[in-house]
């Protein structure tokens, strides 16, 4: 396999259609809708779009139909940002090494990216509660205690991690609680080379927040390290709600917002 | 006491078993050589090597694990840490590197067996970045070796084998452009 994957019928795999340019090797089969089988397999555009004959899209939902729905069965292409060999450091064009933090988060039971994801959700960061119900993630409760945010927020960025834009995006929402140290946080991110990824996090916190002096401080704190491979990493406008539309009688509300955990978690 | 034999002295006290550990970087200057620089003995960090042969092994072992993590936890207020562990395909070094090990007697250890790659292999994983002036100044270092051969040096960088990240290749390249010139340089 070149960097192919097994796609399931998930949000993951409606998102990709259309977005990653990807090039399909192999015809989607309709699902047997109302017990029958088209006769012809359809191929899929790179758009993502199947167009199937006249004939087979009648037959499934009659004459005149134009809306049908797909379940991809079994769909090979090459993204190469889905490619398994592919990690956060080898994207960011860097090296990466055997963290003793990725270790003990194993030993707390969080034994793979997802499970990082599903302890970040457990902690408030609702927002990717859909990527972890997709991927059918769990995280044992793990107290602060035991594993402080600044701990699970450098963790998501360790390089050694299959590349995964959700996890820098959690770790961005997880920087941004009011609990986080700055000096601690900086400090794990020195140790398990973590650094440009944060420094990416928290420029992009200073641009949206520019009066919140925790992303200076944190910026201060951290030594210099390159910037990350363009590309490596999410678009800064992923970290946070951005929205074009204000209500005119709430003038002080604003366009756009850092994702927070939410409270009571 | 340098600062990595107080890391070392810390790990090998909270250990209950043998392990062998693998030095390079600064720490491996700082212990692994006669009249090491003075800017290795101020290095904060322990860095080291993981053969592939080994990995399953130690990352099987986790009181090895938890011990690393009590030193660093109580290193912290003085700034001293190992963290930077990586496997043998994340380092620039030559084939046969293994082999080519040599043993590091300070500090004195009940658990840790401690070694570091020969010469010419340090001065390999000293191009990764490019060789800038800190890392240049460790290869002259190393280049002053009673163990080394220059031609051993040209051969290691010949055969050296690299991670498959295109930055690293790129820095490795613009390395051995100096360091070539100080092979010259030294055979003048």
Redesign the interface.
């Known amino acids: 396999m070149s960097g192919g994957s097994r796609i399931n019928e998930s949000e993951r795999s409606k998102s990709f259609f259309g977005s990653a340019g990807a090039s399909p090797s192999r015809a989607i089969e309709i699902a047997d809708l109302k017990g029958e089988r088209p006769r012809e397999p359809l191929s899929a555009t790179p758009e993502g779009i199947a167009h199937p004959t006249s004939e087979a899209n009648a037959r499934i939902r009659g004459p005149g139909c134009r809306v049908w729905r797909l379940q991809i069965r079994e769909l090979r292409v090459d993204i190469p940002w889905m490619d398994s060999r592919l990690t956060f450091?080898?994207r960011q064009?860097?090296?990466?090494?055997?963290?003793?933090?990725k270790?003990?988060a194993r030993?707390l039971g969080l034994a793979n990216a997802d499970s990082l994801v599903a302890l970040a959700v457990q902690r408030g960061c609702r927002h990717y509660l859909p990527y972890v119900q997709s991927m059918n993630a769990s995280a044992p409760r793990v107290t602060r205690a035991e594993f402080p945010d600044e701990e699970l927020a450098v963790a998501l960025l360790l390089g050694s991690w299959p590349h995964e834009p959700v996890m820098v995006r959690a770790a961005a929402q997880l920087a941004g609680a009011p609990s986080i140290r700055p000096d601690e946080l900086a400090?794990l991110a020195e140790?398990?080379?973590c650094v440009p990824a944060l420094r990416h996090i928290a420029q992009a916190g200073r641009q949206t927040e520019p009066e919140n002096g925790f992303w200076e401080e944190l910026l201060r704190l951290l030594p210099p390290a390159p910037p990350p491979?363009p590309g490596s990493m999410p678009h800064p406008s992923r970290f946070r709600s951005e929205t074009g539309i204000v209500n005119p009688r709430r003038q002080d509300m604003p366009r756009v917002l850092w994702l927070r955990p939410q409270k009571g978690a | 006491m340098t600062n990595a034999e107080r890391i070392l002295t810390a790990l090998d006290r909270h250990l209950d078993h043998p392990v062998e550990l693998t030095l390079f970087g600064r720490a491996a200057l700082a212990l692994g050589f006669s009249n090491p620089p003075p800017a290795a003995e101020r290095s904060l960090?322990v860095d080291g090597i993981?053969p592939a042969s080994q990995?399953a092994e130690?990352?099987a072992d986790?009181q090895f694990?938890?011990a690393?993590?009590q030193v660093?936890e109580e290193l912290?207020s003085e700034g001293l840490?190992l963290?930077?562990?990586?496997?043998e395909d994340?380092?620039v070094l030559a084939p046969g590197w293994l082999q080519r090990r040599e043993p590091v007697s300070r500090p004195t250890c009940r658990h840790l067996k401690l070694l570091r790659p020969a010469a010419a292999d340090l001065i390999l994983t000293k191009m990764?970045r490019g060789a800038d002036d800190e890392d240049l100044e460790d290869i002259r270092f190393l280049l002053r070796q009673p163990e080394l051969r220059m031609e051993g040096v040209a051969l290691a960088i010949d055969r050296a084998v690299l991670?498959?990240?295109?930055?690293?290749r790129m820095l490795f390249e613009r390395a051995r452009e100096k360091v070539r010139h100080e092979l010259n340089r030294d055979c003048h």
């Open positions: 450091a080898a064009g860097a090296t990466f090494h055997v963290s003793p933090l270790m003990k030993r400090l140790r398990e080379r491979r | 960090d993981i990995m130690l990352e986790m694990w938890a690393l993590e660093n912290k840490y963290t930077h562990l990586f496997q994340q380092i990764m991670p498959d990240v295109e930055e690293v």
